[in-house]
Structures are given as C-alpha cells and as structure tokens.
C-alpha cells in the first residue's frame, strides 16, 4: 500500500500523542519507537513510508574501513536506493557507543527526497544535520564511525528499532515527542480519525484556557459539552 497524498498531508497536522492513542484503540501498545529524539525539536512533522536498514555486531576482520570501497556496501546502497517521500529507519540494537550515519549520507538521503532517517543508535555529525532540511531522530550523538560496532547486513526487511516492529511502507511519524509507527494498512483510518481527536483537542484546550474543569469535557461526558463543541468547529471551521 502506498501512502496517499491526502493521508500524508492529515498525517502532518496531528501529533504522535494523538496517533498513540488512536492505535491503543486497536489494541497496539508498542508502536512508539523508545528514547529517540529530534536533533531539531523545531523541525516540521515528519511523515513518510518506511524504508529499513539492519544492523548486526561488527566483527574486526569483516569491517576495516576499505568495506566502504565496495559500491554495494548496504549503508551505502540504502542511502542511494531509499525512496523520495520515505523515512529511513535503522535497527541499531539500541547501541548508541557508535554512529548509525553521519551528515554526509544524511544530506544525501535529504538531497534524494527523503524526508527523515531514524536511528535507536546515534548519528555522528549531529550538529550538522540539525540543521538539515530533514527529519532526523535518534537516542544521543555518537562520533565513532558505524565500523566500529556495526555491520549492515539487510535493507528493506522487517526490523526492530527502540522496540518497536518495523515492516517496510509502515508510516512513519514523528514529532517533537518522538516516532510512531503506523502499520500501512491503518494509516488512512487513523489519519482521519486523529484529525477529529486534534479538533476536539484543540477545543478542550481553549475551554481550559477559559477555566473550564475537564470534569464532564475530557471525556465529554457531559451532553453540553458535545453541544459546545459542534458550536466550536461550526465556528471556526473544524
């Protein structure tokens, strides 16, 4: 299933709060990647179909830095075959002590149309790609090179990265709280319905702002509540 440019466009005006939630709803509890960050928390939200890259432990005599001569080295080959529209999620193990990838292939990817890369380990350079036009996520900066504990061994086969399950073409969505993953065949439905949950969000915040006790309005439990808020979105256009 591909991503519809409707769905991504929905998928970009609601948080990963929202979307949680919505998943817990169908009974998924593990689809928030753990301790990954933004390098930019200021960075707009990131959405797009994953393309995955595995890593295992190195090992000294298959991993001296003249692997990267080779043109098929899988880094390598992930960067130049992932997809524009896509978000590179790599599978760490959650071993930050070296880097996933640095700012050159994460310009690269950028450069190629993809919107973001994520890591459970860390990407060196991070300063560097802070400031790229590119969501970037991972659990802390790390400057040695990937080499020195990690072997690429797999791309675009289903991984784990910070506990979560990634299938490729899951959506990817991340925010200034962190990454959630979407399996592709719900992405439509929840990104319709997260729209409705951010609505009536947004309206509970102002009813908050105002004063108003969440008692009866988060849930509307209370029949004025839903009274109030179809007077809301009828106002201001939800």
Excluded at 55 to 83: G, T, W
Excluded at 148 to 160: K, M, R
Excluded at 191 to 200: G, H, I, K
Aim: charged letters at 20%; aromatic letters at 6%; glycine letters at 8%.
């Amino acid at each position: 299933m591909s991503l519809s440019p409707e769905t991504r466009a929905k998928l970009k005006t609601v948080s990963t709060a929202t979307l949680t939630t919505a998943l817990f709803k169908r009974g998924f509890r593990n689809q928030f990647i753990q301790d990954v960050r933004p390098l930019n928390p200021n960075s707009e939200t990131m959405v797009g179909e994953a393309f995955t890259l595995r890593y295992i432990p190195s090992r000294e005599d298959l991993d001296p830095l003249s692997v990267f001569q080779d043109r098929a080295h899988p880094q390598r080959k992930a960067v130049e075959e992932c997809p524009p529209g896509a978000v590179m999620v790599i599978d760490s193990r959650k071993d930050a002590r070296a880097a996933s990838a640095g700012s050159i292939l994460v310009t690269r990817l950028m450069v190629r149309g993809a919107v973001g890369v994520v890591t459970d380990g860390g990407f060196r350079d991070s300063p560097e790609i802070a400031k790229l036009a590119i969501g970037a996520y991972h659990s802390r900066p790390s400057a040695p090179t990937n080499l020195t504990l990690h072997h690429a061994i797999d791309i675009n086969v289903p991984i784990g990265c910070g506990d979560a399950p990634v299938y490729p073409g899951d959506v990817i969505v991340g925010d200034g709280d962190g990454v959630v993953v979407i399996p592709a065949h719900l992405a439509d439905e929840l990104a319709a319905e997260a729209v409705e949950m951010t609505a009536f969000e947004d309206f509970v915040t102002e009813q908050v702002l105002a004063g108003h006790s969440i008692l009866g309005l988060y849930p509307a439990t209370d029949e004025q509540t839903k009274v109030d808020f179809a007077a809301w979105r009828s106002a201001n256009g939800r």
